[in-house]
């Protein structure tokens, strides 16, 4: 708690006051603005945001896959067809780029953080301490992006096709909770499994 | 009477702190840099002439940074990525337009949660990734 008023201790008569104050709840607020103050000049940014990282090769493969075709466009068609198959809706697409970009809002409740809060709640009415806010914090709603990006391979007779998924996660609050890039494998490998069955589809015009 | 005091100048100093913070308005005309200084660090010219080719390249490329592709329009030149970090947005959109006849000139531009990318460093390691997946020298723009 010290450290809260370390700013104010600045000024040397400011310390007489420390005892009288201690409780008062509108010198903690002043205290916030301060550090607030302070941390919104800092730059805070890492500086190696934008350097390639050692697992992108990796995440590359995870993401990546060739189909044998040299329509690009037929590709592209059947990719927004499985994001569609996928319940997304289409945001943006530029085919003369090979992109298609789509999102989708879901229901992000979590059976066991459910529990685990409510649990957690009625422990501390037991104990007659606060209720607390662990059931406005569990998770509520979400937003799925996918963005689908083909092009040409090295090989003129196939066509590479990265897809990459992102959340958002908001609570029970309405707050963002967290904020994700998916990197399960089993996703990409249902995405790519639905895509070589739409290929298929599309050239059978279904 | 203290407390009245001690209230007083707490208030004048952070009155203070405040003001040398400009009107949050001022925020839309805001740079750190000069436009000369922002064009330099995040810009470089390549030896291309292909547009499309070139727009296919920095998409992969951002795709390698682990951006996710929001949009992008051949005909303005423009693709917009976003990452998520440290459960912090980073934004980022990259331009590609030609410079005279037989170069691509490629402005970058970012956004890290509510402060903007102006540092040369960053912008240095996405012309360096980008180097690498064109087999082409970034050239610093005058």
Redesign the interface.
């Known amino acids: 708690m010290k450290a809260r008023y370390g700013i104010?201790l600045i000024?040397p008569r400011?310390s007489n006051?420390l005892k009288?104050?201690k409780n008062r709840t509108w010198?903690k607020s002043?205290s916030f603005?301060?550090l607030a103050?302070f941390i919104?000049c800092a730059?805070?940014?890492?500086?190696?945001?934008?350097?390639?990282?050692p697992v992108?090769l990796t995440?590359?493969q995870l993401?990546s896959r060739q189909y044998e075709t040299d329509n690009e466009k037929e590709i592209i068609a059947a990719c927004a067809g499985v994001l569609q198959d996928l319940g997304f809706t289409i945001?943006?697409s530029?085919t003369?780029?090979?992109?298609v970009?789509g999102s989708k809002d879901r229901n992000a409740i979590d059976a066991g953080q459910v529990t685990l809060a409510t649990i957690s709640t009625i422990f501390n009415i037991l104990n007659n301490a606060p209720a607390g806010d662990d059931l406005e914090r569990v998770d509520r709603s979400q937003k799925i992006?996918a963005?689908v990006?083909t092009?040409p391979s090295s090989d003129p007779k196939k066509i590479l096709v990265?897809v990459?998924?992102?959340r958002l996660v908001w609570n029970a609050r309405g707050e963002v909770a967290?904020?994700?890039?998916l990197k399960d494998p089993s996703l990409y490998q249902g995405f790519f499994d639905r895509l070589s069955k739409s290929v298929f589809l599309e050239a059978q015009k279904i | 009477m203290?407390?009245f005091s001690?209230k007083l100048?707490?208030v004048f100093i952070?009155s203070i702190?405040?003001a040398g913070?400009a009107s949050s308005k001022q925020q839309l005309l805001a740079a750190s840099k000069s436009q000369v200084q922002l064009r330099s660090i995040q810009s470089r010219a390549f030896d291309a002439t292909d547009q499309?080719k070139m727009?296919?390249v920095i998409?992969?490329t951002l795709?390698?940074?682990?951006?996710?592709?929001?949009?992008?329009?051949?005909d303005l030149g423009s693709?917009t990525g976003?990452?998520?970090?440290?459960?912090?947005?980073?934004k980022?959109t990259v331009m590609v337009k030609p410079r005279g006849e037989t170069q691509l000139l490629v402005r970058a531009n970012?956004q890290?949660?509510l402060?903007a990318?102006e540092?040369a460093?960053?912008?240095q390691?996405?012309f360096t990734?980008l180097e690498k997946a064109l087999f082409l020298t970034a050239h610093q723009v005058e």
């Open positions: 104010l000024t400011a006051y009288m104050i010198v002043v603005l301060f103050c919104g730059s805070q940014y890492p500086k190696t945001v934008l350097r390639l990282s992108s995440d590359k993401q945001d943006d530029e003369q780029l090979g992109l970009v992006r963005s990006v092009r990265r990459t998924f992102q967290r904020r994700e890039t | 203290k407390m001690l100048s707490v952070l702190l405040l913070c499309q727009m296919r998409i992969s795709q390698d940074l682990d951006f996710v592709i929001d949009r992008a329009d051949l693709i976003s990452k998520f970090m440290n459960n912090n947005l980073l980022m970012a890290y949660g402060e990318i540092d460093e960053p912008y390691d996405f990734a």
